[in-house]
T-cell receptor
Framework: LAKTTQPISMDSYEGQEVNITCSHN???????ITWYQQFPSQGPRFIIQ???TKVTNEVASLFIPADRKSSTLSLPRVSLSDTAVYYC??????????????FGSGTQLTVLP | GAVVSQHPSRVICKSGTSVKIECRSL??????MFWYRQFPKQSLMLMAT?????????EQGVEKDKFLINHASLTLSTLTVTSAHPEDSSFYIC????????????FGPGTRLLVL
């Protein structure tokens, strides 16, 4: 299993860029890296997914170094509504069924005015 | 994007009763669904993997006779908490996986269970 390690919490101010790094030292060749956002009493919401290098969508960027042992979620110009818990998940599909999926502790991001 | 629904969104029941939670993929077929449990201020814990047409695979420490999972169709999985007790009170979240290729989970909104 690819265990993940993230900072427990981070604070930021509105309008700043926030970078959250996740360590996954024993990531496997077939594993993808996915980041989710979760608000209280809601299910996680998909943010971004990548395998290597850089991925960008309308809400975030994901940076993955060549060794893939870590990844960094970058949120540009955060707002108060970005206050949430952010999880990185490393998982793959094999033989038509998914491997065991283990969520790490997540990072509580608090955006201050 | 793909939508996953859960019903009910919240339920309160008496100790000893059974509660059924439904998880539906609304606009796609999911051969695999997952059930998670989340306690306050904690991360999601995977309980079981639900595969359409076959028995669920339970994680270590999860009682299969207490948490009954049925995945009768490609769009529906149900979790039944049998003889619920106050310690079963939690937030239950399901997810559905788009078949094939990389794992891409779509999560339901969750079900808050309170056992009195």
């Amino acid at each position: 299993l690819a265990k993940t390690t993230q900072p427990i919490s981070m604070d930021s101010y509105e309008g700043q860029e926030v970078n959250i790094t996740c360590s996954h030292n024993n990531i496997a060749t077939n594993d993808y890296i996915t980041w989710y956002q979760q608000f209280p009493s809601q299910g996680p919401r998909f943010i971004i997914q990548g395998y290597k290098t850089k991925v960008t969508n309308e809400v975030a960027s994901l940076f993955i170094p060549a060794d893939r042992k870590s990844s960094t979620l970058s949120l540009p110009r955060v707002s108060l509504s970005d206050t949430a818990v952010y999880y990185c998940l490393v998982a793959s599909a094999s033989s038509g069924s998914a491997r065991q999926l283990t969520f790490g502790s997540g990072t509580q991001l608090t955006v201050l005015p | 994007g793909a939508v996953v629904s859960q019903h009910p969104s919240r339920v309160i029941c008496k100790s000893g009763t059974s509660v059924k939670i439904e998880c539906r993929s609304l606009d796609f077929q999911a051969t695999t669904m997952f059930w998670y449990r989340q306690f306050p201020k904690q991360s999601l814990m995977l309980m079981a993997t639900s595969n359409e047409g076959s028995k669920a695979t339970y994680e270590q420490g999860v009682e299969k006779d207490k948490f009954l999972i049925n995945h009768a169709s490609l769009t529906l999985s149900t979790l039944t908490v049998t003889s619920a007790h106050p310690e079963d009170s939690s937030f239950y979240i399901c997810s559905a996986v788009v078949s094939g290729g990389q794992v891409h989970q779509y999560f339901g909104p969750g079900t808050r269970l309170l056992v009195l």
